[in-house]
Structure formats: structure tokens, C-alpha cells
Nanobody
Framework: QVQLVESGGRAVQAGGSLRLSCTASGRTFSNYATGWFRQAPGKGREFVASGTWSGGRTLYADSVKGRFTISKDNAKNTVYLQMNSLKPEDTAVYYC????????????????WGQGTQVTVSS
């Protein structure tokens, strides 16, 4: 069992930056792929970024490519989402997720989810 806790969400102005953190407990992130998703009010959960715990491969949604970066700290068992050049349309609850095996852009691929952290970008 993996427990995930996100943090770092807050209100920020357009053009600003935030770094979200996702810390795992119960098991280490080794052998898991991790992902970040987001959900805006009235919309479905949307893929943002994913990465393998080993190998360093990453995958990004087109809407965030070049602005967001997923990374990890093995020693802290933590995954990060660095978000730069934020836009109002990035406003959402951001969720961290973990899945055994390969990284994926699909919600159904992930068995473990955090509780979410709110990011609000004002214009």
C-alpha cells in the first residue's frame, strides 16, 4: 500500500511559479511510475505529467510542455511538479498518483492517489 500526500498549492498571479510536492509513505516509489493530474471545477481529471521512478523518462500534456517539470528525490521519497509561467487556465486541484510499472497518461492506470492540493492562478 502506498499513501501519497501532496503539498505546495496556493494562490499565485499569472506568470508566477509554484512547486508541488508529493511524498509517499508505506512503500518507496521504486518500481512505481508517478503522475500528476488536475481537475478544474466542473471538468474531468486531466493528465499533466508522468515519470518513471527509475530511468528518468517523462511524459507531459501538450498544455504544460515547456512550462512544467516533473522530478524526484529518491532520498526523500518525494516527487515534485515545478510549474512556471502559470496561466489562469492552470487553476485546478492537483493530484499526485502512483502506478506499478510504466508511466501513463490515463487515470485508470493509477492505483494510488493523494488528496489533492489547490492551485489558483489569477490574471
Amino acid at each position: 500500500q502506498v499513501q501519497l500526500v501532496e503539498s505546495g498549492g496556493r494562490a499565485v498571479q499569472a506568470g508566477g511559479s509554484l512547486r508541488l510536492s508529493c511524498t509517499a509513505s508505506g512503500r518507496t516509489f521504486s518500481n512505481y511510475a508517478t503522475g500528476w493530474f488536475r481537475q478544474a471545477p466542473g471538468k474531468g481529471r486531466e493528465f499533466v505529467a508522468s515519470g518513471t521512478w527509475s530511468g528518468g523518462r517523462t511524459l507531459y500534456a501538450d498544455s504544460v510542455k515547456g512550462r512544467f517539470t516533473i522530478s524526484k528525490d529518491n532520498a526523500k521519497n518525494t516527487v515534485y511538479l515545478q510549474m512556471n509561467s502559470l496561466k489562469p487556465e492552470d487553476t485546478a486541484v492537483y493530484y499526485c498518483a502512483a502506478a506499478r510499472g510504466l508511466m501513463s497518461a490515463y487515470v485508470a492506470s493509477y492505483a494510488y492517489w493523494g488528496q489533492g492540493t489547490q492551485v489558483t492562478v489569477s490574471s
